[in-house]
Each structure stands twice: as C-alpha cells, then as structure tokens.
C-alpha cells in the first residue's frame, strides 16, 4: 500500500508569492490534515478535511487555505509569503477516526 | 496548548529497554493516547496508541496508568536507529487535529 506522498519536496519562493502544496492520502483514508513545522514553534496544526470539508482549524492567518478533492487528494496555498512562512510543510492521512499518518513534507525556503 | 508534559531529553543504553514518560493528568475519558516519532526532518511515525488497556505492537508497548494520568513507552530492546524525537498526545477520536508538544528527544548510545 503506498503510503502518503506529498509534493514538491522542496521549493524556493519569493516573499510576496504563493505557492501551492499538494498532498495525496493513503488510498481509502478520507481525512488529510496539514501541520507546519519550524525550529522555533514546532509541529503546528494548520487544517485537516474530511470528505471535502474542513472539519478542525488551526491557529493561522487566513493567508493559509486548503481544499481537498472528491479523490480526497489535498492542496494547500499560502498566499503573499513571508519569510516566516519558510518551513516544513507535512500532512497526515487517516480514516479520520483512529491514527494518522504522515508523509515526508514539503520544505518551503522564502527568500 | 499541549495536552501533555514529557522530558525534553533522555539517553538510552543500544540493547537495552528504553522507557518514556508521559504526563497527561487532565485527560479525559473520551481522549486516547497516541505516540509518534521522528527522525531528524522526516515526517512523524505513528508508533502506537491505547484508551486504558495496555497495547503492544511490533515496535512498542504502551503502558497506560489505572487513573490514565500517565504512561510510559517503552521500546524493548532499543537501538540506534530508534534516536528520534519522540511525541505523546491526548487526543478524541473525533478528527484527525494533533497537539504535539515539544516531544522527548532519545539519544541511543552504543
């Protein structure tokens, strides 16, 4: 069973830009949630969907907005960046009832 | 806020057990406790999880307090590649949302 892919890898991006992250769940899950991680405040929730709706919001500016598709693959969108933006991007696929799992992240640079 | 308080670091002997603490005396009766980890910039690993029984699986056991205050991870017999950060978190069944903490950073030694 293949497991969660997220993509791109990484990615250098302009203050000022967007940028689009894309995530595809383990096959059958229908929850994708998005966290970010950074060396000065961790592993943060951002969004999860469930069945194309978003169920759980995190802490974040609206500038961070999500979707999810009727294949429950996920996209995630940061517009006007900023360099506190520069991070690791992951999201987790599960059932949306019991354990989630993780892909290996986007790392997003902001220059 | 994290739901949950677990020493910032611990070291453990290759091959012998290695046992990780985890705080969580406001937990309530709805909330499971799960362990994840990770490995230096790689996504989190699921390790295990339980309501109040004990569990244990191919990686870990998971040993959960009478009074669900508290619970200890324990990796049987650890090696190096087992050195990671290693997450506890309450959380319902309700939704997928994780509350991670600052996690308890193994350093295996040989």
């Known amino acids: 069973k293949a497991g969660v892919t997220q993509t791109p890898r990484y990615l250098i991006k302009t203050r000022g830009q967007q940028v689009t992250l894309s995530c595809s769940p383990i096959s059958g899950h229908r929850s994708v949630s998005w966290y970010q991680q950074t060396p000065g405040q961790g592993l943060q929730f951002l969004f999860e969907y469930f069945s194309e709706t978003q169920r759980n919001k995190g802490n974040f500016p609206g500038r961070f907005s999500g979707r999810q598709f009727s294949n429950s693959r996920s996209e995630m969108n940061v517009s006007t960046l900023e360099l506190g933006d520069s991070a690791l991007y992951l999201c987790?696929?599960?059932?949306?009832?019991?354990?989630?799992?993780f892909g290996q992240g986007t790392r997003l640079t902001v220059v | 806020d994290a739901k949950t308080t677990q020493p910032p670091s611990m070291d453990c002997a290759e091959g012998r057990a290695a046992n990780l603490p985890c705080n969580h005396s406001?937990?309530?009766?709805?909330?499971?406790v799960y362990w994840y980890r990770q490995i230096h910039s790689q996504g989190p690993q699921y390790i295990i999880h339980g309501l109040k029984n004990n569990e244990t699986n191919e990686m870990a056991s998971l040993i959960i307090t009478e009074d669900r205050k508290s619970s200890t991870l324990i990796l049987p017999h650890a090696t190096l590649r087992d050195t990671a950060v290693y997450y506890c978190i309450v959380r319902d069944n309700a939704g997928n949302m994780l509350t991670f903490g600052g996690g308890t950073r193994l350093m295996v030694k040989p």
């Open positions: 987790a696929s599960g059932t949306g009832y019991t354990e989630a799992f």
């Open positions: 406001t937990i309530s009766g709805n909330e499971y």
